[in-house]
């Protein structure tokens, strides 16, 4: 019998993250904070972290959460495309990251919609 073969790859979703923010590009979403509700998936290859059982070897994503909240909490955004950009950009700065997608919500943006988001991914192209 054949023993089973295990991927190495992890896979950490944060989700729901919530935040306030100013968003948008009428006088009202200018001037008043809105939530946002941040999703982010991503993959790392966490062969270190699965043979050393040690933080040291892992993707610190406790790290890129505070960098998100701070990004947010301190910024203004018109378009919720380019907010979704700039999150993913922060992810992908940890090298360790191979994949990953952002997906941003902004909570009755639309009238009779429960919310509209934007998503985005990026990856990385392996260097031979």
């Given at each position: 019998?054949?023993s089973?073969?295990?991927?190495?790859?992890?896979k950490?979703?944060?989700?729901?993250l919530?935040?306030?923010?100013?968003?948008?590009?009428?006088?009202?979403?200018?001037?008043?904070?809105?939530?946002?509700?941040?999703?982010?998936?991503?993959?790392?290859?966490?062969?270190a972290?699965?043979?050393?059982?040690?933080?040291?070897?892992?993707?610190n994503?406790?790290t890129i959460?505070?960098?998100?909240?701070?990004?947010?909490?301190?910024?203004?955004?018109?378009?919720?495309e380019?907010?979704?950009?700039?999150?993913?950009?922060?992810?992908?700065?940890?090298?360790?990251?191979q994949w990953?997608?952002?997906?941003?919500?902004?909570?009755?943006?639309?009238?009779?919609?429960?919310?509209?988001?934007?998503?985005?991914?990026?990856?990385?192209?392996?260097?031979?």
């Amino acid at each position: 019998m054949a023993s089973p073969t295990f991927s190495r790859q992890a896979k950490v979703r944060i989700k729901d993250l919530l935040l306030r923010t100013y968003i948008g590009i009428k006088e009202e979403e200018i001037n008043n904070l809105q939530d946002v509700v941040i999703n982010v998936c991503l993959t790392y290859d966490a062969t270190a972290a699965l043979d050393n059982n040690a933080i040291a070897s892992a993707l610190n994503y406790r790290t890129i959460t505070k960098q998100i909240i701070h990004h947010i909490d301190g910024n203004r955004f018109a378009l919720l495309e380019r907010m979704t950009h700039e999150v993913l950009s922060i992810v992908m700065e940890h090298t360790a990251v191979q994949w990953a997608k952002v997906e941003i919500d902004k909570p009755h943006a639309l009238r009779y919609a429960e919310s509209v988001s934007v998503s985005l991914e990026a990856h990385r192209t392996k260097t031979t």
